[in-house]
T-cell receptor
Framework: AQTVTQSQPEMSVQEAETVTLSCTYDTSESNYYLFWYKQPPSRQMILVIRQEAYKQQNATENRFSVNFQKAAKSFSLKISDSQLGDTAMYFC?????????????FGTGTRLTIIP | ETGVTQTPRHLVMGMTNKKSLKCEQHLGHNAMYWYKQSAKKPLELMFVYNFKEQTENNSVPSRFSPECPNSSHLFLHLHTLQPEDSALYLCASAPLAGVAEQYFGPGTRLTVT
């Protein structure tokens, strides 16, 4: 079974600073996806960024980027130039690539607060 | 907005009531999911439907009964719930189960009294 660990329950940074959220996972699979989801206080979960395990290049979406270390099973999220709207719960998630029947396994989340 | 809607947004029910949660996706996806989100716990996958067929039941008690009449609609029928079932219930959809990211609805906050 896969497990996802987010060791930082809460973090806070000043607006415009850079922050890194950590995530580690455990799996014996070779083909999988990793995701970061954001859940703002309004509760709608939004996909932030996605990484395919076979890709060596780290995914980037505007101010959001990941540091994917496959051998170390580490998948951290870096938010640059943080904004007040980045305040949210952030969930790291793992999904085995399995057509038609898969599990999306989530970590317990990191509550990020951006301080004005 | 993600294109996934859920109703109602809030629900309070007694342990002897029967109620249903509704999820609708406007994305043309073929996979739909129910998750339970409790405080300080990881999201728990409950059910997966792919092309209207249930492909996953994650050992969910029978007091939760899913229904997927078509690829756009998903229901969760509730009866004789327990107070520990109080949680945020999230619906999600994906183009195809197992190969793509999921898009989540806003959730239904359920309180069982």
């Amino acid at each position: 079974a896969q497990t996802v660990t987010q060791s930082q329950p809460e973090m806070s940074v000043q607006e415009a600073e850079t922050v890194t959220l950590s995530c580690t996972y455990d799996t014996s699979e070779s083909n999988y996806y990793l995701f970061w989801y954001k859940q703002p206080p309004s509760r709608q979960m939004i996909l932030v960024i996605r990484q395919e395990a076979y890709k060596q290049q780290n995914a980037t979406e505007n101010r959001f980027s990941v540091n994917f270390q496959k051998a170390a099973k580490s998948f951290s999220l870096k938010i640059s130039d943080s904004q007040l709207g980045d305040t949210a719960m952030y969930f790291c998630a793992f999904m085995k690539q399995n057509f038609g029947n898969e599990k999306l396994t989530f970590g317990t989340g990191t509550r990020l607060t951006i301080i004005p | 907005e993600t294109g996934v809607t859920q109703t109602p947004r809030h629900l309070v029910m007694g342990m002897t009531n029967k109620k249903s949660l509704k999820c609708e996706q406007h994305l043309g996806h073929n996979a739909m999911y129910w998750y339970k989100q409790s405080a300080k716990k990881p999201l728990e996958l409950m059910f997966v439907y792919n092309f209207k067929e249930q492909t996953e039941n994650n050992s969910v008690p029978s007091r939760f009964s899913p229904e997927c009449p078509n690829s756009s609609h998903l229901f969760l029928h509730l009866h004789t719930l327990q107070p520990e079932d109080s949680a945020l219930y999230l619906c999600a959809s994906a183009p195809l189960a197992g190969v793509a990211e999921q898009y989540f609805g806003p959730g239904t906050r359920l309180t069982v009294t």
